[in-house]
């Protein structure tokens, strides 16, 4: 059923791509349509990535627009890579809804990840059995299997710390993460232990913000901010709420998280000066 079709980040990303193209041309979508002998209708729903959006699909209007060549190539290619079945897509919305699952498409083509945790340790960076403490707490509280599931995502996910691919993370947590008790004091004291040998990877700079510091900036928000290589791709801010998430990529929005993201770690102490911190809670 058409009604059932969801494209994802990566392809909504290309529509948006797509019409970027027309707008810059100071083209109509009847301008185009009229060329190519399509539908308004198909025009708007490639897009909007509303439609499945093939590599014939970006040729056609890469001609319509003289588009130069490289970039015709660029954005075929990246329909390809759009096409293949993600990792994250064989789980179901009890493990992942819709907007965990952009977030989790997002991070894998990523190569930077900012993040701002203040009640929970960064979920790149949770221990298995941090995690199923967390959901023994959930009401209703999820089945073994959608647990076991969410681990499995996680160990997926965090992955990308290490090898060629290895993704780069700065992360700001405040204290009060640090000292919740999650699952208990074995389970505390293995959490601690892992985030301080994380600490120590060239492509992972962990800061803590200590109980005491005042109001900070952020203060009450928690959030995901990610950067990629490639020039034409702009950072996203991702945020997870009770039942929900959201991502956004207006520039105006992204650019305020980053620049709170900076007065984080001004404010928080220095990397050395957390992994100390982190040890001592460790032993606490």
């Known amino acids: 059923m058409a009604e059932d079709f969801r494209a994802g980040v990566r392809m909504r990303r290309i529509g948006r791509e797509l019409r970027k193209w027309r707008n810059e041309g100071?083209?109509?979508?009847?301008?185009?349509?009229?060329?190519?002998?399509?539908?308004?209708?198909?025009?708007?729903?490639?897009e909007n990535a509303a439609q499945t959006i093939t590599v014939i699909d970006v040729l056609a209007l890469a001609l319509v627009y003289s588009v130069p060549e490289a970039e015709r190539d660029?954005?075929?290619?990246?329909?390809?890579?759009?096409?293949?079945p993600g990792w994250w897509q064989q789980y179901g919305d009890d493990v992942l809804y819709e907007a965990t699952q952009d977030f989790v498409e997002l991070e894998a083509d990523a190569a930077a990840e900012r993040t701002f945790t203040a009640q929970l340790v960064p979920g790149l960076f949770q221990t298995e059995s941090y995690v199923a403490a967390l959901g023994r707490a959930w009401v209703p509280q999820p089945s073994?299997?959608?647990?076991?599931?969410?681990?499995?995502?996680?160990?997926?996910?965090?992955?990308?710390?290490?090898?060629?691919?290895?993704?780069?993370v700065e992360a700001v947590i405040w204290e009060p993460a640090l000292r919740q008790g999650v699952g208990g004091?074995?389970?505390m004291r293995e959490q601690l232990t892992h985030l301080g040998k994380l600490s120590q990877l060239p492509n992972v700079s962990i800061q803590v913000l200590p109980l005491g510091?005042?109001?900070?900036?952020?203060?009450?928000?928690?959030?995901?901010?990610?950067?990629?290589?490639?020039?034409?791709?702009?950072?996203?801010?991702?945020?997870?709420?009770?039942?929900?998430?959201?991502?956004?990529?207006?520039?105006?929005?992204?650019?305020?998280?980053s620049l709170n993201f900076e007065g984080l770690k001004a404010t928080a102490l220095d990397p050395e000066r957390s992994r100390r911190l982190i040890a001592d809670a460790?032993?606490?």
């Open 74 to 84: 660029r954005l075929s290619n990246a329909v390809l890579t759009a096409q293949e």
């Open 282 to 284: 460790a032993r606490a």
């Open 213 to 257: 510091t005042g109001a900070f900036p952020a203060m009450g928000s928690g959030f995901e901010l990610l950067s990629f290589t490639e020039p034409h791709l702009d950072d996203v801010v991702y945020e997870e709420h009770l039942t929900h998430g959201i991502y956004l990529e207006e520039p105006e929005e992204v650019s305020a998280y």
């Open 185 to 187: 004091p074995d389970v």
């Open 26 to 46: 100071d083209l109509k979508l009847a301008d185009v349509t009229k060329r190519l002998r399509w539908s308004t209708s198909k025009l708007s729903k490639i």
């Open 144 to 168: 073994a299997t959608t647990v076991a599931n969410r681990t499995e995502v996680r160990r997926t996910r965090q992955s990308r710390l290490t090898g060629d691919r290895s993704l780069s």
